[in-house]
């Protein structure tokens, strides 16, 4: 059966198309496409791995044109990040704000 097995960084990002046999697992099917020799910053004890954007366990069996992914570790956690922007907006806002009182 066809599957793919992908993987990206900030900005390179590698598929992998390839068949395997019926009953291969996530974890079989990334160390078959070679991946991990390509990137060997992969560890699968500690990198998340899913099917189709929804975590998966390494045993899980895949179907037909499953999509692997390995996921990366996030640089910066996006609750906070959001948090960052908002309050940097509403400081721009108030800025704007003060300079149109300022002028006559």
Same mark, same amino acid.
């Given at each position: 059966? /066809? @599957? *793919?097995v992908a993987y990206a =960084?900030?900005?390179k990002q590698t598929l992998l198309a390839f068949e395997?046999? *019926?009953g291969t697992t996530l974890k079989q099917a $990334? *160390? =078959?496409? &070679? @991946?991990m020799d390509i990137y060997p910053q992969i560890d699968l004890s500690k990198? /998340?791995? &899913? $099917?189709? &954007?929804k975590i998966s366990k390494l045993d899980t069996v895949l179907r037909p044109k499953d999509r692997v992914e390995i996921y990366r570790p996030l640089i910066a956690d996006p609750k906070q990040m959001r948090k960052k922007r908002a309050t940097q907006g509403k400081k721009m806002r108030s800025d704007k704000t003060n300079v149109v009182k300022m002028m006559p």
């Amino acid at each position: 059966m /066809k @599957i *793919e097995v992908a993987y990206a =960084l900030q900005y390179k990002q590698t598929l992998l198309a390839f068949e395997v046999d *019926e009953g291969t697992t996530l974890k079989q099917a $990334i *160390e =078959l496409s &070679g @991946i991990m020799d390509i990137y060997p910053q992969i560890d699968l004890s500690k990198n /998340k791995t &899913g $099917i189709f &954007g929804k975590i998966s366990k390494l045993d899980t069996v895949l179907r037909p044109k499953d999509r692997v992914e390995i996921y990366r570790p996030l640089i910066a956690d996006p609750k906070q990040m959001r948090k960052k922007r908002a309050t940097q907006g509403k400081k721009m806002r108030s800025d704007k704000t003060n300079v149109v009182k300022m002028m006559p």
